[in-house]
Nanobody, 124 residues
Framework: QVQLVESGGGSVQAGGSLRLSCAVSGFSHSGRCMGWFRQAPGKEREKVANIDSRGDKNFATSVEGRFTISEDNAENTLYLQMNSLEPEDTAIYYC??????????????????WGQGTQVTVSS
């Protein structure tokens, strides 16, 4: 059974940093894609970043240069380092896993499994 469990969310002031973690179990595909999404109240789920099994990374324009995606294969954990946070980054953040590779920043329909989400709140 595949499980993705996010952690690391919280409240921070603008300009601060947070690191989100996504613990992955029951999932291992050589051609996989792992991603982060976010959803703010009243808005659609938004692509944030993804990383594939070759280590290729893609970012949304709104977070490029501020956010970094990485994974620790030994620990089966996906990370999202978020720096220079802005109030507009406030959302529930979700991690996702796909059995197939990602070519560019792929939409939510590409993914097979999702975590339950973790809240990030950035105050001005």
């Amino acid at each position: 059974q595949v499980q993705l469990v996010e952690s690391g969310g919280g409240s921070v002031q603008a300009g601060g940093s947070l690191r989100l973690s996504c613990a992955v179990s029951g999932f291992s595909h050589s051609g996989r894609c792992m991603g982060w999404f976010r959803q703010a109240p009243g808005k659609e789920r938004e692509k944030v970043a993804n990383i594939d099994s070759r280590g290729d990374k893609n970012f949304a324009t709104s977070v490029e240069g501020r956010f970094t995606i990485s994974e620790d294969n030994a620990e089966n954990t996906l990370y999202l380092q978020m720096n220079s946070l802005e109030p507009e980054d406030t959302a529930i953040y979700y991690c996702a896993a796909a059995s197939s590779a990602c070519l560019g920043l792929v939409p939510h329909s590409h993914y097979d499994y999702w975590g339950q989400g973790t809240q990030v709140t950035v105050s001005s």
